[in-house]
């Protein structure tokens, strides 16, 4: 179902918004604000209504709350002084007063399915859970089949990421297999941003935190790049748990561990860029950052990625996250995983090199290598490598 309002076409299933015909990037909560206001349009929806369906229950101020209508409105093309599609009721809540057209779509019986990375992905069940610190985490389950769980990398936002043209095509193919589960680490996305302790440490205690929730006796581990080593940590502590490893561009050894002078100045580089340009479009920052990540990436998803980096975290917090991940060092670990393991990784990447996918294959026992003809730090729906990555994944768990 689709529905029209003023010079506006809304596609839940799609996560679509657009405004005019072009197309509008919204933050989640705003689409899933205008999503609802609009499936309530008979009603007043109150403040306590709009935190139960939209922010499912946590608390929000009334700061917040306002930033989000005045985005919707925005979005749509409505002011608070018009409030022509959006009506303020003064003591009573908000809204929707546009008239709406609703399609009911039906699909051509003589069109082809749709792609891997077209699938309409179902609605994400996210839940909240708590480390022994005190850290509330967000963790986000979708999908049917054997439990995959997804470590937290550097940055993440379990919204953001389900609806984003560099994640979602992997996630909503991965979610059609098996019953994915991830979740935002402490100090970005929905989990908690204050927070005193960013560590390895940390890092691990979050996963195992998520990971005691899973009800299943054993599951797959997948992690990506920064989530590699504390899905290593895992698979070590508990073995009895993990049922496959998949790591993909990771590396046992952070920039700050490797002894070469060239890595630890990039290090420091990347950090003082990422202080003054952290979510901004055309800065120093975000040019050295698409180079470098997603060389092969179009402006709609370098777009994307700096909308994620702006609703993930600030870029203070992003540089401490960046600083801990810089002194990772868990080769030891490596000779004493005794779960089957699969490594993939881009031969061009520019952000974790080759060698320390090599590393990692070479020194976990038994473990197979995967390479990718690939300069993207994250494969890219469209490359032929995309595709090389996802069957890997599925024929290993699905196989081993």
Request: glycine share 8%; proline share 6%.
């Amino acid at each position: 179902m689709q529905f029209r309002f003023g010079q506006c076409s809304l596609d839940p299933a799609r996560r679509e918004l657009r405004l005019g015909g072009a197309a509008v990037t919204v933050e989640p909560q705003v689409f899933d604000l205008i999503e609802f206001l609009v499936r309530q349009r008979d009603h007043v929806v109150s403040r306590d209504a709009l935190i139960e369906n939209v922010w499912h229950g946590r608390i929000v101020s009334e700061s917040t709350l306002a930033t989000r209508i005045n985005a919707a409105r925005k979005a749509i093309g409505d002011d608070g002084t018009r409030q022509a599609l959006i009506k303020t009721i003064p003591r009573k809540g908000v809204r929707f007063i546009g008239e709406v057209h609703e399609d009911h779509a039906k699909p051509d019986a003589g069109s082809p399915a749709p792609s891997a990375g077209e699938t309409i992905a179902p609605r994400q069940d996210i839940r909240f859970c708590q480390t022994p610190d005190g850290i509330t985490l967000p963790v986000a389950s979708v999908g049917h089949g054997p439990v995959l769980l997804k470590t937290s990398n550097w940055i993440n936002h379990i919204e953001y990421d389900w609806i984003s043209p560099i994640f979602s095509p992997l996630f909503a193919r991965l979610g059609s297999r098996f019953h994915l589960t991830r979740y935002d680490g402490r100090g970005n996305g929905l989990a908690d941003r204050n927070v005193e302790d960013i560590s390895f440490a940390a890092f691990v205690r979050d996963l195992e935190t998520v990971a005691a929730a899973i009800t299943v006796p054993r599951f797959a581990l997948l992690g990506l790049s920064q989530g590699c080593a504390t899905a290593i940590a895992y698979a070590v502590s508990h073995p009895e748990r993990v049922s496959h490893l998949v790591l993909y561009g990771g590396y046992s050894e952070g920039r700050n561990r490797r002894g070469e002078a060239a890595d630890d100045e990039k290090a420091q580089a990347f950090l003082a860029m990422m202080r003054q340009g952290w979510g901004e479009d055309g800065t120093a920052f975000m040019r050295a950052f698409s180079s470098i990540y997603l060389p092969s990436g179009t402006p709609e998803q370098i777009k994307w990625f700096a909308d994620m980096q702006r609703a993930a975290c600030s870029g203070e917090m992003a540089a401490r996250l960046r600083q801990a991940c810089d002194d990772i060092d868990v080769t030891a670990l490596l000779p004493r995983i005794t779960v089957p393991t699969l490594v993939i990784h881009a031969r061009h990447d520019n952000v974790v090199p080759f060698a320390q996918g090599r590393l990692l294959a070479s020194s976990i026992p038994g473990a197979r290598l995967v390479t990718l003809d690939s300069e993207n730090h994250v494969p890219l729906f469209g490359e032929p490598s995309w595709d090389l990555f996802v069957s890997a994944i599925e024929d290993f768990i699905g196989t081993s």
